[in-house]
């Protein structure tokens, strides 16, 4: 019973799929904090001009 399961290949291609769908969302949530810091950044740069240009 044990050799039988483990020949057994059913479920290993969900177990690859939930990895796959696991790392797709960890590269999304970095490359959202990416760009989070970068438009913050951004931001930050077109208030500073903004309040010179008024002063």
């Not at 177990?15 to 797709?24: F, G, K, N, V």
Request: no cysteine.
């Amino acid at each position: 019973m044990f050799i039988k399961f483990l020949k057994d290949t059913s479920g290993s291609t969900a177990t690859e799929y939930s990895l796959i769908i696991a790392m797709a969302g960890i590269l999304a949530i970095g490359a959202i904090i990416t760009l989070g810091d970068g438009v913050g950044g951004l931001h930050d740069g077109v208030a500073t001009d903004v309040s010179s240009a008024v002063n």
